[in-house]
C-alpha cells in the first residue's frame, strides 16, 4: 500500500515547499491539498460546529502544489479536494495542464461537489444543481486535455471550438479522483473517476465499491481510504480489501511541528512498505 498526507496548507503553517520535501524525504508517495476559495461569515461544517481558521486561510490550491513540486522530485502532487464548481473550467484546465507539465507528469485532480452552501452561492452557484454542473465540467476538462479543438454544449457549460495548450503530460489526462461517499459520488466515480477519495470508508466499502465497478467494467479505479494513525490495524484491512493508498490528515501546524508529526506517521506506515 501507497501513503499520501492530506492538510490545508496556509499562511500560518508549513510552506508547501517545506512540505513536499519533507514528504519526499520520508518516504510519503504523496500529497492532497484541500480548498476553500472564502468562508462566509456565520457559515458553519455540516455537522453545526464552528469551522477553524484553516478552512479561511488557505492558499490556493495549485499555486501551492507548484510550489511542492519545484522542491521534489517524485511526489504526486493532488488537490483534496478542488471545489470544481466554485471554478471556471477554463482556467481550472489550463491549471492542472500547468502543473502537470511543471512537475513533470505528477498530477492528480482530486474533486468534490462540495457542502458549504453559502461559499458556494457567493460563487454564482446555485446548491441544488451542483451535481449536474459538476458532471459536465469533468466532461469538459477531458475534452480540453484530449482534444486540439474543444467543443462543449451542456446545461451548465457551453463554448467551441477552443484552442487551449499546454496539454498535460499525462495520457489521456492526469488522473481524476471523486471525493465523498455519498451515492451520488459513487455513481460519478463510476461514470468520470479514475480514483475514489471518501471522506470515511470501511474495509467492506471498498470490498462493496470495487464489486460495482467491476460489473461497470472499471477495473483499473484507484481506492484511497483515510488513514487512521490511532487504528494501525485497518491499514492492514483496507489493503486486503483492494485499497492502493491510505492517506493521513494532519493539522496545519508550524514547520517544526508538523515534521515531528510526519516523523512519527513515517514510523508508523514503514511497517507496511
Do not use: C
Not at 513536499?20 to 461544517?45: D, N, Q, W, Y
Not at 491499514?235 to 496545519?252: D, K, V
Request: glycine content about 8%.
Amino acid at each position: 500500500m501507497k501513503f499520501g498526507i492530506s492538510t490545508f496548507v496556509t499562511d500560518e503553517g508549513i510552506r508547501p515547499d517545506a512540505l513536499g520535501k519533507a514528504l519526499e524525504e520520508r518516504g510519503f508517495e504523496s500529497v492532497f491539498l484541500a480548498e476553500h476559495s472564502h468562508i462566509p461569515k456565520g457559515a458553519t461544517a455540516p455537522d453545526g460546529s464552528e469551522l477553524e481558521r484553516p478552512y479561511y486561510r488557505g492558499l490556493d490550491p495549485f499555486i501551492a502544489l507548484t510550489a511542492a513540486a519545484s522542491a521534489t522530485k517524485n511526489l504526486l502532487l493532488s488537490t483534496g479536494v478542488a471545489l470544481l464548481v466554485q471554478r471556471d473550467v477554463l482556467h481550472t484546465a489550463k491549471e492542472v495542464a500547468s502543473l502537470d507539465l511543471l512537475s513533470g507528469g505528477r498530477t492528480i485532480l482530486t474533486v468534490g461537489a462540495g457542502w458549504n452552501r453559502a461559499e458556494m452561492r457567493n460563487h454564482g452557484v446555485d446548491p441544488v444543481t451542483r451535481g449536474r454542473r459538476l458532471d459536465e465540467q469533468l466532461a469538459v476538462l477531458k475534452a480540453i486535455w484530449t482534444q486540439d479543438e474543444a467543443s462543449f454544449h451542456g446545461e451548465h457549460v457551453d463554448f467551441g471550438p477552443v484552442y487551449m495548450w499546454p496539454k498535460p503530460v499525462q495520457r489521456p489526462h492526469p488522473p481524476i479522483y471523486i471525493g465523498g461517499h455519498s451515492p451520488a459520488a459513487r455513481r460519478r466515480v463510476a461514470e468520470h473517476g479514475d480514483g475514489w477519495f471518501p471522506i470515511t470508508a470501511t474495509s467492506d466499502d471498498i470490498r462493496e465499491m470495487r464489486a460495482s465497478l467491476a460489473a461497470r467494467g472499471r477495473t483499473g479505479v484507484v481506492m484511497n481510504v483515510p488513514g487512521d494513525a490511532d487504528s494501525p490495524a485497518s491499514l492492514a484491512e483496507y489493503a486486503e480489501a483492494g485499497a492502493e493508498r491510505a492517506t493521513f490528515h494532519i493539522e496545519t501546524m508550524p514547520e517544526s511541528a508538523t515534521l515531528r508529526k510526519l516523523d512519527d506517521l513515517a514510523k508508523l506506515v514503514a511497517r507496511y512498505t
